[in-house]
């Protein structure tokens, strides 16, 4: 049997016992892991020094190499987040819904773990921390598959992982990683559709295509974001400047950053000289549409790609619109439905916005920076889902479980 | 542009429309959809009898003949369905969640209509009413893909519902349906993800097979139901029989009736011979295992085919276990985790029972011919969904929506 099918049967296994495992254990595993990765820390950079070291000969540099490299911080923050996830309240068992029908039969919605969840991710070490401890926590088992790029931290993160769970009683074979980083395997996951309930792409927008193209396994995918700051007629033009700078420049490489300023022709006179000088101190490149460029000349040229492309980078595109009417026809054009703000003092503006865009979420005076499990209350996250099956925006615990129906009664019969 | 583009783009477009209309447009198109098909059943019959016409041409008999045939009783209960359908409470808009975090944003997870539903079916036609009603209901277009042998019918039902819904002044293009029955049209719709947001297929095996293999768009699948009764040592064994053939014998062609019946060993020589004969006066044939045929010879040998076959005929297999272990262990590997039902007074033998047994619907002390829309109080349904992503079990109008974040604030910025 290839390491893949064994790993994927091992973790189905393993995943009968935890749906029932009791909090208890598994939150006792969860702070075990916690201590582990802080005590284990030594173990844990050795690991990443291999990367490193691989990575820099093959290139790689700048914010990938950053986001590779642990240190003591990034650990503290790691071991922090998975005893975060353990504080929060179980949601297996959790009743959703219960009621009685006519002829007595008790009918209870209840909570259950999906079962094995898949996940196919790239760079981020911290990654494996957070996904294994959401699922231990909603009583899922998980096969990971990282990048080769950080292979070795990763399966002495994994090792770590494995020996608190074991240590704290709950089933060994519920966290299983690929050692094999190429492409035949990553294949191979994606076909392992007896074992694996849901498969989750979380990386680079190619990433998430060849996994959506390929799986035989659900989907749950995490795509771009193609996020919109609309600044309304009726909006405070120091908290839409506050807001628009903070989704731009706060973390540009991110995918809740915003990509595209939409001003009300009522106030772009009066606000965008202002927030373009802020922006452009700030190292941020403005393309503009004529209306934009009418009102402030230095600013380069849109074109028909920019008001699609997620940037991931210090640039901005401004479009000058109408109205909400217009604002929400360009959103709905453009967007990539996973973030989109307005701001506005308006009731009715505000109220016609969250009403008719279509996207994962919709804010009024709220930076698209907040789309973010940690900052939703989640604990920490298995992504921004994008898809509207199942699970829409920042996945938590709640989103890693599915639900069957307990009917109980005295022997009711069909007539 | 074709012609299932063309009307895939159509839903599409009236979906945004359908999305923020109100509950009082939208029962009123169904309403007036009742209503228009009992005035204009005789457009419906005659339509059906030139469906029925080719059926007997073409060598089709017996169930599926019933099946297509319309008269004046099911047209009545279609119209009955659709009026209950609009007398339910309307899912969309209603907070699932709602909180403030400690920045003080308001977060509310609000329940929206998932878009433009397509499905693909077959035979019979009050499908196509209770299909369109559920959507409609929950503020979904949606494109409807029958089978080649229901098609005059469906295109007369379909034209009374899109007057219907235009005479109401929901958007006329919520309802499509695809006049080409050939496969390149099914092809064709799935491959459709730009327009539709979710895929059921709604039929047989094979039919949800390839729908599941070969569609791009993310589908919903309502595979076979093979469901067991598991009578427990501490059964009332009257209860017992009665839960086992109502299973088998009430309508023993549908995906929730019983397909194997587990005895426990210590009832089981009171219960077979009883049970055996009541079943074999209604024409079931009993296949058995080795135990079981020690305690009524004269069943056959049961195949390891056949513990794990949905029959969908007067067929029961019966497997002896030792006790409850057994019996799960026996479900978990054959179950088609539709449903399964146990029969007992024993406190812990009901409580392990749901347990650990993973299946969309667990029920005690229930026949499991309850699994099912209507019954469940949903109105109707739009189908058992047998997978773990979005919906599990029957899916009614609730399973046909999603949601989005609204998070409202006063200037929020991440730090």
């Given at each position: 049997?290839?390491?893949?099918?064994?790993?994927?049967?091992?973790?189905?296994?393993?995943?009968?016992k935890?749906?029932?495992?009791?909090?208890?254990?598994?939150?006792?595993?969860?702070?075990?892991?916690?201590?582990a990765?802080?005590?284990?820390?030594?173990?844990?950079?050795?690991?990443?020094?291999?990367?490193l070291?691989?990575?820099?000969?093959?290139?790689?540099?700048?914010?990938?190499?950053?986001?590779?490299?642990l240190?003591?911080?990034?650990?503290?923050?790691?071991a922090?987040?998975?005893?975060?996830?353990?504080?929060?309240?179980?949601?297996?068992?959790?009743?959703?819904?219960?009621?009685?029908?006519?002829?007595?039969?008790?009918?209870?919605?209840v909570?259950?773990?999906?079962?094995?969840?898949?996940?196919?991710?790239?760079?981020?070490?911290?990654?494996?921390?957070?996904?294994?401890?959401?699922?231990?926590k909603?009583?899922?088992?998980?096969?990971?598959?990282g990048?080769?790029?950080?292979?070795?931290?990763n399966?002495?993160?994994?090792?770590?992982?494995?020996?608190?769970?074991?240590?704290?009683?709950?089933p060994?074979?519920?966290?299983?990683i690929?050692?094999?980083?190429?492409?035949?395997?990553?294949?191979?996951?994606?076909?392992?559709?007896?074992y694996?309930?849901?498969?989750?792409?979380?990386?680079?927008?190619?990433?998430?295509?060849?996994?959506?193209?390929?799986?035989?396994?659900?989907?749950?995918?995490?795509?771009?974001?193609?996020?919109?700051?609309?600044?309304?007629?009726?909006?405070?033009?120091?908290?839409?400047?506050?807001?628009?700078?903070?989704?731009?420049?706060?973390?540009?490489?991110?995918?809740?950053?915003?990509?595209?300023?939409?001003?009300?022709?009522?106030?772009?006179?009066?606000?965008?000289?202002?927030?373009?000088?802020?922006?452009?101190?700030?190292?941020?490149?403005?393309?503009?549409?004529?209306?934009?460029r009418?009102?402030?000349?230095?600013?380069?040229?849109?074109?028909?790609?920019?008001?699609?492309?997620?940037?991931?980078?210090?640039?901005?595109?401004?479009?000058?619109?109408?109205?909400?009417?217009?604002?929400?026809?360009?959103?709905?054009?453009?967007?990539?439905?996973?973030?989109?703000?307005?701001?506005?003092?308006?009731?009715?503006?505000?109220?016609?916005?969250?009403?008719?865009?279509?996207?994962?979420?919709?804010?009024?005076?709220v930076?698209?920076?907040?789309?973010?499990?940690?900052?939703?209350?989640?604990?920490?996250e298995?992504?921004?889902?994008?898809?509207?099956?199942?699970?829409?925006?920042?996945?938590?615990?709640?989103?890693?479980?599915?639900?069957?129906?307990?009917?109980?009664?005295?022997?009711?019969?069909?007539?």
């Amino acid at each position: 049997m290839s390491e893949v099918k064994n790993k994927c049967a091992a973790a189905k296994a393993a995943s009968a016992k935890l749906a029932t495992l009791g909090s208890a254990i598994k939150d006792k595993a969860l702070f075990a892991m916690a201590d582990a990765f802080e005590s284990g820390k030594e173990s844990i950079f050795e690991a990443n020094r291999i990367d490193l070291a691989s990575a820099e000969k093959n290139g790689i540099a700048g914010a990938m190499l950053k986001r590779l490299t642990l240190d003591d911080a990034k650990v503290m923050q790691m071991a922090d987040g998975v005893r975060q996830i353990a504080a929060l309240r179980d949601p297996v068992g959790e009743t959703i819904e219960g009621y009685m029908r006519p002829n007595g039969m008790e009918l209870r919605k209840v909570r259950v773990p999906i079962g094995v969840i898949g996940i196919i991710y790239e760079s981020r070490p911290n990654v494996t921390a957070d996904v294994a401890a959401l699922c231990i926590k909603s009583g899922n088992a998980v096969v990971l598959r990282g990048g080769s790029e950080a292979i070795n931290t990763n399966l002495a993160l994994a090792k770590i992982i494995q020996d608190s769970i074991t240590s704290a009683g709950a089933p060994e074979n519920s966290v299983q990683i690929i050692e094999t980083t190429d492409r035949e395997a990553a294949r191979e996951l994606m076909s392992m559709k007896q074992y694996i309930d849901c498969l989750i792409p979380r990386g680079g927008k190619n990433l998430v295509r060849t996994v959506v193209e390929t799986s035989q396994i659900p989907v749950i995918w995490h795509l771009d974001g193609n996020c919109h700051v609309y600044v309304h007629a009726g909006a405070d033009l120091a908290m839409a400047g506050d807001i628009t700078f903070n989704a731009k420049v706060q973390n540009p490489s991110v995918c809740n950053a915003a990509e595209t300023l939409l001003a009300d022709e009522q106030i772009a006179g009066d606000f965008l000289p202002l927030i373009s000088d802020r922006l452009m101190e700030a190292g941020v490149e403005l393309r503009g549409c004529e209306k934009t460029r009418a009102i402030a000349p230095d600013i380069k040229e849109a074109t028909q790609e920019d008001w699609k492309t997620e940037k991931l980078d210090l640039i901005l595109v401004i479009k000058v619109v109408g109205g909400v009417d217009e604002a929400i026809a360009h959103i709905t054009k453009y967007s990539s439905n996973h973030t989109d703000t307005i701001v506005t003092q308006d009731y009715s503006a505000a109220h016609q916005f969250t009403g008719e865009v279509d996207s994962a979420c919709v804010f009024v005076n709220v930076s698209t920076r907040f789309s973010d499990g940690y900052e939703f209350g989640k604990g920490a996250e298995m992504g921004i889902s994008t898809q509207k099956l199942h699970a829409r925006g920042p996945m938590g615990i709640e989103e890693l479980t599915t639900y069957k129906y307990v009917v109980t009664g005295s022997g009711q019969l069909r007539t």
